[in-house]
Every structure is written in structure tokens, then in C-alpha cells.
């Protein structure tokens, strides 16, 4: 549960609503609720992924959501944290059936230094870390989707994306290549900011010989 602030609300422009209690209510339905889901997360730049011409590990980190519905997308109310709760970017305008849009460092920096919030930047956290959608509806505020991300997805270039077709989480590891045994897998295909996550790869688990025979036994 949040304890929200009023200068944070108005920098969000929403508006708070209280129970008798005189705090907010805050609800977690499934993710499948709305369209709007998070795409990809890329927590340990090692390059200029923004454009800028200028590598920074604040500006460099990024997110992407993405419209999984059949119909665009209001994004109004719409905000993402991390693990702390803390909101990082809240989004405006519409997003189309289909499409994706990014999120980088610096478009969250700038956007807490606009509305007087601490600012950090994304703030992804390369031993693990959450990533939050959060969505102000009515009197609630819900929890749209979430993704906890591992130290393994959080190495230099590589990003945990959701599958185009299947929307299942994969490790897309193709700029630094992952051969360890947790989940996800690496896909052996690189990120993709901005775009669908279209990978012809399939995950891989690293084996060792005598794992492989004893399967056929």
C-alpha cells in the first residue's frame, strides 16, 4: 500500500479518492485485465541505447510497454515503478493496438525533475529488481502487471522481453551471450527497444553430456 502525497498526485494528475480509513485503496487484478502490459527490460546498459551519442548507466536503462489489445489504448492513469513503489514515468496520450513504446532513463529523469519528484531515473537494479505497471482507476489503484527480474537478466545488454506470439518472459541475451542454468533462458537474440519482439530463436538451456544421455535412458 502506498502512503501518496499530494504533490505526487497532482505531478501524476490524478486524483485521490479515500476510504473512511483515509487511505487508498489498492487492488491487484490480473494482469490480463487491460491491453497495456510491459513488454521489455533492459536494467544493465554497457552502450548509447537512448541516442544520445553518450553512454550513461542512468539514462541508458529502459522499459517498453506494450498494447496487447485489439483497440488503442488510453494511457491516462497509467505510471511504472520499480520494487519501491516509487513512480518512475507516468504515461499520457494513447497507444495503439499492437504497439509498443519505450521508456528510457532519461525520459524518466526528466520527467521527475519536471514534476518535483526525486529524481533517479528508472532506477532498475542490476542484482534483481521489480518492474510495476500501476494504472489509477476510480477509487483504486491497480496493479496492472509486474515483472521481478533475476541478477542474470540484469547483465550488460542483455533484456527480458515477452515473446511476440506467446507472451511468455525470454531472456534476449544475443549482444552477451547467457550459458547458465537458471530461467529464463537466453534466446540468442538481441533487444529490441522501441520495436515487437520478433525472435526466430528458441530459448536454449546450457546442458552437460551426461544430462543429455541420461534423458534417453
Known sequence: MFTWRPVLLAALGLTLYLTASAAPRCVMPAATAV???LNEILAGPARDWDGSGAFSTRDDEWIEI???G?????????????????????????LAAGAV?????????????????????????NSGDSVILWRVTGVDTVVVDSYTYKSHEAAADRSVGRA???GVWQL???????????????????????????CASAPARASTWGALKASYR
Do not use: H, I
Open 172 to 198: 534476449f541475451d544475443g549482444l552477451n551471450p547467457y550459458t547458465g542454468t537458471l530461467t529464463p533462458a537466453g534466446n540468442s537474440c538481441a533487444p529490441t527497444p522501441g520495436a515487437v519482439n520478433l
Open 101 to 125: 513504446l519505450l521508456v528510457t532513463g532519461k525520459m524518466s529523469y526528466d520527467w521527475e525533475k519536471a514534476n518535483a519528484q526525486p529524481a533517479y531515473g528508472l532506477s532498475l537494479g
Open 70 to 94: 485489439t483497440t488503442t489504448a488510453d494511457l491516462a492513469g497509467f505510471f511504472v515503478t520499480d520494487g519501491d513503489s516509487l513512480p518512475r514515468y507516468a504515461f499520457a496520450g494513447t
Open 35 to 37: 491491453g497495456v502490459r
Open 164 to 166: 511476440q506470439n506467446t
Open 66 to 68: 506494450a498494447n496487447a
